[in-house]
T-cell receptor
Framework: TQLLEQSPQFLSIQEGENLTVYCNSS?????LQWYRQEPGEGPVLLVT?????EVKKLKRLTFQFGDARKDSSLHITAAQPGDTGLYLC????????????FGTGTRLQVTL | EAQVTQNPRYLITVTGKKLTVTCSQN?????MSWYRQDPGLGLRQIYY?????VTDKGDVPEGYKVSRKEKRNFPLILESPSPNQTSLYFC?????WGRGAGGRAHNEQFFGPGTRLTVL
């Protein structure tokens, strides 16, 4: 059973479109992180959300942590080819500071 | 430059031949971890270490060993590799305690470049 479910698994869109990626769980997390991974490289941290209801913006990327700290979303505005990659959410279930659980990922392709 | 390094980057070996994948970080991080990444299964944690001489099993520890004799190094050992251990392996490190309110642990990971292992 996957603790963190991401949707969609695959997304192919054209440059300029908007998109949202979801990360859902039945467990409560003390924090959730989003990473982006490009082919042949390790994941790179984009953001950490900590407080229920928190919204963080990183240029065209908007991250939200659910009020109950069980889910998160990543919204990209006006996607660009440079946004192409594998997006991973990850979190520490409450009370397990040492174990980081990753979602299965959303593979995004942005074409011209 | 702050980084996590892994060696080798690519390795093809045969069943049963012991191997070690090295991992080193230069950020003085307490926490280090090994993951494997497989299609459709995402990143799964193999072992982690919260400090020198402190290691614990992750979600998929069978067939692997680790050691943490120094803070900067966290090697992954496959005593008798099997074909089902063919995978892409990542080492990661982090500060255990983040910057959040109350010092809650965020475990923001810095990843190495990966080691692609094929066991024939």
């Amino acid at each position: 059973t996957q603790l963190l479910e991401q949707s969609p698994q695959f997304l192919s869109i054209q440059e300029g479109e908007n998109l949202t990626v979801y990360c859902n769980s039945s467990s409560v997390f003390s924090s959730l992180q989003w990473y982006r991974q490009e082919p042949g490289e390790g994941p790179v941290l984009l953001v950490t959300v900590v407080t229920g209801g928190e919204v963080k913006k990183l240029k065209r990327l908007t991250f939200q942590f659910g009020d109950a700290r069980k889910d998160s979303s990543l919204h990209i505005t006006a996607a660009q080819p440079g946004d192409t990659g594998l997006y991973l959410c990850a979190g520490n279930p409450t009370g397990t500071a040492s174990k980081l659980t990753f979602g299965t990922g959303t593979r995004l392709q942005v074409t011209l | 430059e702050a980084q996590v390094t892994q060696n080798p980057r690519y390795l093809i070996t045969v069943t049963g031949k012991k191997l070690t994948v090295t991992c080193s970080q230069n950020m003085n991080h307490e926490y280090m971890s090994w993951y494997r990444q497989d299609p459709g299964l995402g990143l799964r944690q193999i072992y982690y270490s919260m400090n020198v001489e402190v290691t614990d099993k992750g979600d998929v520890p069978e067939g692997y060993k680790v050691s943490r004799k120094e803070k900067r190094n966290f090697p992954l050992i496959l005593e008798s590799p099997s074909p089902n251990q063919t995978s892409l392996y990542f080492c990661a490190s982090s500060l255990l305690w983040g910057r959040g309110a109350g010092g809650r642990a965020h475990n923001e990971q810095f990843f190495g470049p990966g080691t692609r292992l094929t066991v024939l």
